[in-house]
Nanobody, 119 residues
Framework: HVQLAESGGGLVQAGGSLRLSCEASGRTFSTSLMGWFRQAPGKEREFVVG????????NYADSVKGRFTISRDNAKNMVYLQMNSLKPEDTAVYFC????????????WGQGTQVTVSS
């Protein structure tokens, strides 16, 4: 079982940067796939990026490739999302998620952190 808590959201101007953090608890964190999702007002939640348990494999949505970078520190039970060159369309609530293995549903979710990008 994994519990997740996001932090680091805020208000930033277009072109700026933010770093989101996700603190996880639970003995299975180091073997869990981790991901970031986002949900803008009036839209469905969408996948942003995922990372394998070792950190060696990542998968980005086309909309954030080259601008966002995911990383994890299993020793600290942390996952990070570095967001650069932010655009107003990146405005959303960002959620951290975890699952046991590829091909399964994302089973664990954080409460989310708001990111607002002003133009």
């Amino acid at each position: 079982h994994v519990q997740l808590a996001e932090s680091g959201g805020g208000l930033v101007q277009a072109g700026g940067s933010l770093r989101l953090s996700c603190e996880a608890s639970g003995r299975t964190f180091s073997t869990s796939l981790m991901g970031w999702f986002r949900q803008a007002p009036g839209k469905e939640r969408e996948f942003v990026v995922g990372i394998s348990w070792s950190g060696s494999s990542t998968n980005y949505a086309d909309s954030v490739k080259g601008r966002f970078t995911i990383s994890r520190d299993n020793a600290k039970n942390m996952v990070y999302l570095q967001m650069n060159s932010l655009k107003p369309e990146d405005t959303a609530v960002y959620f951290c998620a975890a699952k046991a293995r590829a091909g399964t549903q994302w089973a664990y979710w954080g409460q989310g952190t708001q990111v607002t990008v002003s133009s």
